[in-house]
Structures are given as structure tokens and as C-alpha cells.
């Protein structure tokens, strides 16, 4: 589950951290398309995602997960490998149910939030950003958008396939210098529902055989 986060926030610490060092370029196709996907997104009280998470090296894919996001706002819940992680705001918490443990700690610089729409809000920061053509994803029609990083950061590239009809991510593609690849694919999406007030609180009465630790 380490391995998990730690490929899938790399690029999210990355794109977080602010670099007025280095100068940017953002072709104007892309942040047109990226800025329409961007407001999509933020004008639904809640999104839910259902993905696949995918990793591999030299390109090849070698192992897919299964998983959901829940969010509304900062808020999240993400469920992956029989282990949910939630944020409620101020702080994260990590369940493992194998385990029977939870971890609990609050964001930092050196974390980030999971989130395709991390990539939607922070692109401008730290990547040159280019309009690279189009491509059918399981007969979809996207615009792909290529981002590189402008200082080293383990990164090679990074591609969002965007549904520019419907204003959505549907892939996104992260490529390391050291040839490893991860691959977060959307395989469902839906918006403003009638979620639990407890989608996004941890109770902590629903663990009493948990070990739960605060970091």
C-alpha cells in the first residue's frame, strides 16, 4: 500500500510545490481545454470516481487495481487493496483492515491529496504544458495533454487524455526517468450526489480493535 501512494502522489508533490525560479510554457489549446475541465469539475458539490490503477516498467503494465474516490471540496475518501484512506479536512487517515490498524497524520509538504483534479489545479506551476494531438481511448475520442517538468523531479512526462465533450479526465499516464509507469484510468464518474454526512469523518467507535496511531 506504501508503493501505491507513493507513485500515485509523486507527481501531485511535484505539480503542489511552487518554483517562480523557472518560467513556464502552456500552449494555448491546452490551457483552454484544461481551464474548461478545471471549471467543470469545480462547479459539482461532490464527484465520485471509479478507476483503475495500473504499474509497470519499460512501459509494460504488470499490475492493475481496482478502486473509488469519493469527493466533495479538500475532502476525500479513496478505497483501494482492502484499504481506505480519508481526509476530512484537517487531517489523513489510513485504515488497513488486514492489519487492523490506522495511522493518522496531518498533510504536509511532502503529501498530497489523491486526486486526478490535482493535476487540473496545479499544472501551471512547475510543467511545460503542450497540446499532443488526439487519441481513441476505448473508443473515445480525447485531446491529449503533455506535461514536463521544467526542473528535475524523477519525472519523465506525464499525459491527461481529456473528453473534451463531456470536460473529462479519462487517463492519466505518468511516465519516470527510471522507466517505471503508473496509469490512473477513470472507468466511471458521477456528480452531485446524496452522500452521507459521514462520507468524509473518521469515527473512530467503529475501530475498537484497531490499533490506531497518530503521527
Avoid: C, W
Amino acid at each position: 500500500m506504501t508503493n501505491f501512494f507513493s507513485k500515485i502522489i509523486i507527481t501531485t508533490v511535484m505539480l503542489g510545490a511552487t518554483s517562480f525560479a523557472f518560467s513556464q510554457k502552456i500552449d494555448e489549446k491546452s490551457n483552454e481545454i484544461l481551464d474548461a475541465v478545471t471549471k467543470s469539475y469545480n462547479a459539482k458539490k461532490n464527484s465520485y470516481f471509479k478507476f483503475s490503477f495500473s504499474t509497470g516498467v519499460q512501459g509494460k503494465i504488470s499490475k492493475v487495481e481496482p478502486g473509488i474516490y469519493y469527493s466533495s471540496g479538500d475532502k476525500y475518501r479513496l478505497k483501494i487493496m482492502g484499504t481506505e484512506q480519508i481526509f476530512d479536512g484537517n487531517k489523513i487517515y489510513n485504515i488497513n483492515a488486514q492489519d487492523s490498524e490506522v495511522t493518522v497524520a496531518k498533510p504536509n509538504a511532502n503529501s498530497a491529496m489523491f486526486s486526478p483534479i490535482n493535476y487540473l489545479s496545479n499544472y501551471r506551476k512547475d510543467y511545460n504544458v503542450s497540446y499532443d494531438g488526439k487519441k481513441t481511448v476505448k473508443g473515445i475520442s480525447t485531446d491529449v495533454i503533455k506535461l514536463e517538468p521544467v526542473k528535475s523531479n524523477g519525472l519523465e512526462v506525464v499525459y491527461l487524455y481529456i473528453d473534451n465533450t463531456k470536460k473529462q479526465i479519462i487517463k492519466l499516464e505518468q511516465h519516470g526517468k527510471n522507466k517505471d509507469v503508473a496509469v490512473i484510468e477513470i472507468q466511471g464518474y458521477k456528480a452531485n450526489q446524496a452522500l452521507s454526512a459521514s462520507m468524509f469523518s473518521f469515527d473512530k467507535n467503529k475501530f475498537k480493535n484497531y490499533i490506531i496511531t497518530e503521527l
